[in-house]
T-cell receptor, first 114, second 112 residues
Framework: NAGVTQTPKFQVLKTGQSMTLQCAQD?????MSWYRQDPGMGLRLIHY???????DQGEVPNGYNVSRSTTEDFPLRLLSAAPSQTSVYFC?????????????FGSGTRLTVV | KNEVEQSPQNLTAQEGEFITINCSYS?????LHWLQQHPGGGIVSLFM???GKKKHGRLIATINIQEKHSSLHITASHPRDSAVYIC??????????????FGQGTILTVHP
């Protein structure tokens, strides 16, 4: 089925470990973004990309890296995991067409850092 | 002060009731989105609004650009409508499609 695929769905890391959260979309959307969702904080933008080779920081970028080598993939890297990065992470892709645009979200990755 | 504020934070209703969730924002926007998230579930886009009103089934979304306010209405509510409803805005200008600013969400519980 077309959409946004996130892997893994669950992950437990030890403090200091690194890992990559994968995000892939098959809708040829130009725009992709990563958000984290924390209780009482709502969703916050980490990084976003407006096309292959172009990325920019969002509201809470520290401790995360991204790259966009293809239109389809937008991985999020945790460089050295910290307990403060325990959260649910959502990837989204979006399109713009004729003044209208829409978003498709992945199913989320629940990350626990111990 | 948050850029996007929703009210109420929690809402409990009986099946069949008419429900309204409000969203106010303080920044210039290109569009406003209403999203739905079921417990433990993913996020689904319900509406994208830049003006006026949209209707989909029992859901109606309106926006007043001058007042910087939007409402999401659910008619004839049902227990399956129980979810978190999130308002999000895309910032005005430039390539804003890739980034959203979110409200805190409204937790809706509909009892049979």
């Amino acid at each position: 089925n077309a959409g946004v695929t996130q892997t893994p769905k669950f992950q437990v890391l030890k403090t200091g470990q690194s890992m990559t959260l994968q995000c892939a979309q098959d809708m040829n959307h130009e725009y992709m973004s990563w958000y984290r969702q924390d209780p009482g904080m709502g969703l916050r933008l980490i990084h976003y990309s407006v096309g292959a080779g172009i990325t920019d920081q969002g509201e809470v970028p520290n401790g995360y890296n991204v790259s966009r080598s293809t239109t389809e993939d937008f991985p999020l890297r945790l460089l050295s995991a910290a307990p403060s990065q325990t959260s649910v992470y959502f990837c989204a892709s979006s399109y713009s067409s004729g003044g209208d645009y829409g978003y498709t979200f992945g199913s989320g990755t629940r990350l626990t850092v111990v | 002060k948050n850029e996007v504020e929703q009210s109420p934070q929690n809402l409990t209703a009986q099946e069949g009731e008419f429900i309204t969730i409000n969203c106010s924002y303080s920044v210039g926007i290109s569009a406003l989105h209403w999203l739905q998230q079921h417990p433990g579930g993913g996020i689904v886009s319900l509406f994208m609004l830049s003006s006026g009103k949209k209707k989909h089934g029992r859901l109606i979304a309106t926006i007043n650009i001058q007042e910087k306010h939007s409402s999401l209405h659910i008619t004839a509510s049902h227990p399956r409508d129980s979810a978190v409803y999130i308002c999000a805005v895309g910032n005005a200008g430039g390539t804003s499609y890739g980034k959203l600013t979110f409200g805190q969400g409204t937790i809706l519980t509909v009892h049979p």
